[in-house]
């Protein structure tokens, strides 16, 4: 695959941009991708992020050639890959359960990509020898080379495999729910170490999880995906602060609904407008207005400004108090956060309620 | 009885000022049965055990060495049950591998892929455990027979004589015992899934290779269970092995036919000899089976904790 031709960043082991256009997958007629669309740039830590039955793995494994989509191209820099198959596409792909071959030891798993090269590009056993010794120093596994798969943790597994996918020199690193089985604990150590991993060898990646903290952790970008659509591709603030739908909104974090009526592009809670920020604008006509918790500003008295609500529900939890405040003339309990001293909130006291960053969509 | 200990336990645990008292008999569980019960369950089997399967392989090494080991010797240094043992170790040595092939083969279709009549292949390779093996050679015959058969004529006119010959031996053995490598395939590979192969694929392997270094040996000793079995089977033969052999003595007599003859003649310590041989291959089979059993269950156990 090195050719003389290709450009510097075409050959193999060099972070590599990714491309994916109008992606669509169909299994026996249902659809689990509908032209999906994605540009990774060189080096960047994406994550694909969703529900179960998302199509985020079937993306991953498309992106790989471990699928074929039903239509579309996948690129790899320049090159369409999508005619490739999976041994020419040269990808590490680290999966969920880790796949180790277990009559192996850890490493003869990791020579295994290096052993399975052809003749002419294969590295001698003195230079495969050393080149494990480095991965597993790599990956902090020095001295477990002789070991079998059965006699290590499930994080230590876990960063064998990644050893593994890293040997071949891969363009692109993808992992499958890379921490879906560990223990909480292991699972946080290890989202750290391969954020650092990634900083030091800027091999361009993208890991599939449905966990939003780690996304939301971890990641450059995050792609939230849901029903084999991406419903939105930002940094984690965009993702967090301002998203771009009621599934986002719902999906990733906490979020209260209003029902409210879009005149004009301004939204109303009953007859009183309510600052929409400055995101997208729902048609006229019914819609729904998202707010997170914590943008949700209760002030004592109902003299205030804001729209008059009384609290319904009063939680001690932690450093502070979760309130559920039932808004005036329209049936809905917003959550708010409030600080555990000072405001005198009791369940029945008349409250004023400022909204911070809303997201309004039409409802329907 | 134990009803009501269980709980004075349970309270004895939960005071903590009194010291636990000491349970005079320990309660039974739940799953166990009264002593008298198990005590007859236990017996039961035991005599069964010994007057079925125990006894009768006493009396066949007891009558093989009757006239001592000079007597053993001659009884199966005969021409023609050199012949029986050749020719077994020829039909074994030729549809043991056929039937590892066919076995690794169909395993492997069933267990990695979806395709239409699956559950039709299935049914397919159980057939001959269903099927009596005297039917399986009736059809061999049917089919083979250079006088009446199927092919007959096709057959006779070029030459080949497969029924009444080795041919006809060999596949016969191979319908029998064709489920036995296949069968225990199927369900590791399908518990064992694709994912280790699209690792090895991914890492860049050909198909063959992962075939090779990762499909293979990850049924290894299932794989060899199946062989001894497979192996057992197709010497033990008698049934379809006896319709279509024609019982033509130093060329066509597997040992279990001869065995038969020789009984058939009277003459019972020659008999006996040669069933001795068979029940000796019986016993090295059972051993070596449990012992892959125990390694089997551990590689099995691995492969769930992964």
Avoid at chain 1, 175 to 191: H, I, M, N, S, Y
Avoid at chain 2, 132 to 159: E, K, N, R
Avoid at chain 2, 185 to 202: K, R
């Amino acid at each position: 695959m090195r050719t003389n031709s290709q450009p510097a960043a075409a050959t193999e082991g060099f972070p590599m941009e990714l491309d994916i256009r109008n992606i669509a997958k169909d299994f026996g007629g249902t659809a689990a991708l509908h032209g999906v669309d994605l540009h990774v740039a060189s080096g960047e830590l994406v994550a694909l992020l969703g529900p179960s039955g998302s199509g985020k793995t079937t993306l991953l494994r498309i992106i790989a050639g471990l699928e074929f989509p039903t239509r579309g191209q996948v690129f790899f820099g320049e090159i369409d890959a999508s005619e490739k198959t999976v041994q020419e596409r040269n990808v590490g792909f680290v999966f969920q359960h880790y796949a180790l071959f277990k009559h192996m030891t850890v490493a003869d798993n990791i020579a295994y990509g290096l052993r399975a090269r052809p003749k002419a590009r294969r590295p001698d056993e003195a230079e495969i020898a050393r080149r494990v010794e480095t991965l597993l120093d790599l990956v902090q596994l020095g001295g477990y080379g002789k070991r079998y798969p059965s006699q290590l943790s499930g994080g230590q597994r876990q960063r064998v495999a990644l050893a593994r996918a890293l040997a071949i020199e891969p363009q692109v690193l993808l992992l499958d729910e890379p921490f879906g089985a560990l223990d909480a604990k292991v699972r946080k150590e290890l989202r750290r170490w391969l954020r650092e991993l990634h900083d030091r060898t800027g091999h361009t990646t993208l890991f599939v999880t449905h966990d939003q903290e780690e996304a939301l952790d971890l990641a450059d970008r995050v792609v939230v995906m849901s029903n084999g659509q991406i419903e939105q591709v930002g940094t984690p603030e965009d993702i967090y602060d301002a998203p771009a739908s009621p599934f986002v909104f719902d999906f990733i974090g906490e979020a209260s609904r209003i029902p409210v009526t879009v005149k004009g592009g301004v939204p109303f809670i009953g007859d009183r407008a309510v600052s929409a920020g400055s995101g997208r604008r729902a048609p006229d006509g019914p819609a729904t207005l998202y707010v997170r918790p914590e943008n949700v500003l209760v002030r004592a008295g109902a003299a205030g400004e804001g729209i008059p609500a009384t609290v319904a529900t009063v939680h001690r939890s932690g450093s502070s108090r979760r309130l559920g405040v039932r808004i005036e003339g329209v049936d809905a309990v917003v959550e708010a956060i409030a600080p555990a001293e000072g405001l005198p909130l009791q369940v029945g006291a008349s409250v004023a309620v400022g909204l911070r960053a809303p997201g309004v969509f039409a409802t329907g | 009885m134990s009803d009501v200990s269980a709980p004075a336990r349970l309270m004895s645990d939960a005071e903590t000022d009194t010291p636990a008292r000491r349970l005079r008999k320990p309660p039974r569980l739940p799953t166990e049965e009264s002593p008298l019960v198990r005590v007859s369950l236990i017996g039961l089997a035991v005599v069964l055990l010994l007057a079925f399967l125990l006894l009768p392989l006493v009396a066949v090494f007891t009558e093989a060495f009757r006239q001592g080991i000079d007597g053993f010797v001659e009884a199966v240094n005969d021409p023609d049950g050199i012949a029986a043992i050749k020719l077994t170790l020829l039909v074994a040595a030729i549809s043991v591998p056929a039937n590892l092939v066919f076995g690794v083969a169909a395993a492997w279709a069933i267990a990695k892929y979806e395709f239409r009549g699956k559950a039709f292949l299935i049914t397919l390779i159980d057939l001959p455990f269903s099927v009596s093996p005297v039917v399986a050679g009736l059809v061999y015959v049917i089919l083979y027979s250079t006088s009446h058969g199927v092919f007959g004529g096709y057959l006779q006119s070029h030459g080949l004589q497969i029924i009444f010959a080795v041919p006809g031996i060999v596949l016969a053995t191979i319908f029998v015992t064709f489920p036995f490598i296949a069968r225990e395939l199927i369900p590791l590979m399908e518990e064992q899934g694709t994912t280790d192969e699209e690792a090895a694929l991914s890492l860049g392997a050909t198909g063959l290779r992962t075939f090779l270094t990762v499909t293979l040996p990850n049924v290894k000793w299932a794989l060899l269970y199946g062989v001894l079995l497979c192996n057992a089977r197709a010497m033990g033969e008698f049934g379809a092995v006896s319709v279509v052999s024609g019982h033509i003595r130093g060329l066509t007599n597997t040992m279990p036919l001869h065995v038969e003859i020789l009984y058939n003649e009277y003459q019972f310590a020659a008999s006996f000899a040669v069933a001795s041989l068979l029940a000796a291959l019986a016993l090295v089979t059972l051993g070596l089976k449990s012992l892959l059993e125990l390694r089997y269950a551990d590689e099995l156990a691995a492969g769930r904790r992964h």
